[in-house]
């Protein structure tokens, strides 16, 4: 059986959500259908040596992406990035291949080379409708939801127990920091005093702003790291928020798979992403707060509430089961591609 072969790229390969999403679709495609190549186009990262364990020929700043794509006889490139153009993360067409397929970070349009592109994919539906309602359909294109896919071998069961923790990992980037988790700490710390909180990940400016608040000592800093099942397995509650919003957020997801109640916050103003209101259910598996001064007593009432905080838990742990799991989501993204390629050249 002839294979179909995978080129999956973005800028670079580091330790961000959309370079993950790589990494585990790239572990869950079936190899006995497809062949699997990843690629950094500026840079490569942590990620590499994590695809190579996996068996994946791995290419850092390809001098020529459409050599490259030729060489490798590549029938699909599945590009991850913002979406607007950015010269050289697509290949030209040769009589219809490769088919191109772009995950679409933040909702925006390549102006430029959209004709390329033939299918369209969102980390979540309220990224998809975003775009839809600033651009409209284009003819002949897919435009398809793929949330970000959690590999649950790496988020075992663990036996928790209850050590009145708070904490939140992401990429040190100040846009991915809302201040409320910052700030929110004062006056948890006033009502729960034995409260622990640990950050993962905090940028220069939040380091700053814990010292403002004379609290630097009182929070656990540890650098973003590749592995994190350990750091969520140590967290009673996931607090998270981002300046600009999430268009899905997979950190949320990773803390729901590992059976953590999640507190977040709304960012519909300024036209931000807000789908981490769509990945966190309301009073289901965590709390979506709609202003900065509602955050810190959600936090309180999941560290008070043991009764609650399991709901949330365990829903959110559902939840995460049947819409984020790498093989089912991988199955999706396979039939997308085999559809693609059954279009033939029209």
């Keep these: 059986m002839v294979k179909i072969r995978v080129l999956q790229a973005c800028n670079q390969l580091g330790i961000g959500g959309t370079e993950k999403t790589l990494q585990t679709f790239s572990k869950y495609l079936d190899r006995s259908r497809f062949e699997v190549f990843?690629?950094?186009?500026?840079?490569?990262?942590?990620?590499?040596?994590e695809l190579e364990k996996l068996g994946v020929q791995v290419i850092v700043q390809p001098e020529d992406l459409d050599a490259l794509s030729r060489d490798l006889k590549i029938d699909i490139y599945h590009v991850y990035r913002a979406g607007d153009y950015e010269p050289g993360t697509l290949p030209r067409k040769r009589n219809g291949t490769?088919?191109?397929?772009?995950?679409?970070?933040?909702?925006?349009?390549?102006?430029?080379?959209?004709?390329?592109?033939?299918?369209?994919?969102?980390?979540?539906?309220?990224?998809?409708?975003?775009?839809?309602?600033?651009?409209?359909?284009?003819?002949g294109k897919r435009y398809e939801v793929l949330y970000g896919p959690i590999d649950f071998d790496e988020f075992r069961p663990v036996r928790r127990e209850f050590?009145?923790?708070?904490?939140?990992?992401?990429?040190?980037?100040?846009?991915?920091?809302?201040?409320?988790?910052?700030?929110?700490?004062p006056k948890i710390w006033?009502?729960?005093?034995?409260?622990?909180?640990?950050?993962?990940?905090?940028?220069?400016r939040v380091k700053a702003r814990l010292r403002e608040?004379?609290?630097?000592?009182?929070?656990?800093?540890?650098?973003?790291?590749?592995?994190?099942?350990?750091?969520?397995?140590?967290?009673?509650?996931?607090?998270?928020?981002?300046?600009?919003?999430?268009?899905?957020?997979v950190v949320i997801a990773e803390a729901m798979a590992s059976r953590l109640p999640v507190v977040?916050?709304?960012?519909?103003?300024?036209?931000k992403c807000n789908a981490q209101a769509e990945v966190v259910e309301h009073n289901v598996t965590g709390f979506v707060c709609r202003f900065t001064w509602q955050y810190a007593d959600a936090v309180i009432e999941l560290l008070e509430n043991h009764?609650?905080?399991?709901?949330?838990?365990?829903?959110?742990?559902?939840?995460?089961?049947?819409?984020?799991?790498?093989?089912?989501?991988?199955?999706?993204?396979?039939?997308?591609?085999?559809?693609?390629?059954?279009?033939?050249?029209?």
């Design 163 to 185: 050590s009145w923790t708070i904490g939140r990992c992401s990429r040190a980037d100040d846009q991915k920091w809302h201040r409320v988790c910052v700030d929110m700490l």
């Design 38 to 49: 990843a690629c950094g186009l500026l840079a490569g990262g942590p990620r590499v040596a």
């Design 264 to 271: 977040t916050i709304a960012t519909p103003q300024r036209k």
């Design 98 to 139: 490769p088919k191109i397929v772009e995950t679409n970070v933040f909702n925006a349009i390549d102006h430029a080379e959209n004709y390329l592109i033939d299918a369209h994919v969102f980390f979540s539906e309220w990224s998809r409708l975003d775009y839809l309602s600033k651009y409209c359909r284009f003819p």
């Design 307 to 346: 009764a609650l905080r399991e709901r949330f838990a365990e829903q959110g742990y559902e939840k995460a089961r049947g819409q984020f799991a790498a093989a089912q989501l991988t199955r999706n993204l396979e039939a997308l591609y085999t559809e693609l390629m059954d279009m033939g050249n029209v």
């Design 213 to 249: 608040l004379g609290i630097e000592d009182r929070v656990e800093l540890s650098e973003p790291a590749v592995n994190v099942a350990d750091f969520y397995a140590g967290l009673d509650v996931y607090t998270h928020g981002a300046r600009v919003g999430e268009g899905y957020g």
């Design 190 to 204: 006033k009502k729960v005093p034995q409260m622990r909180c640990r950050f993962r990940g905090a940028t220069v």
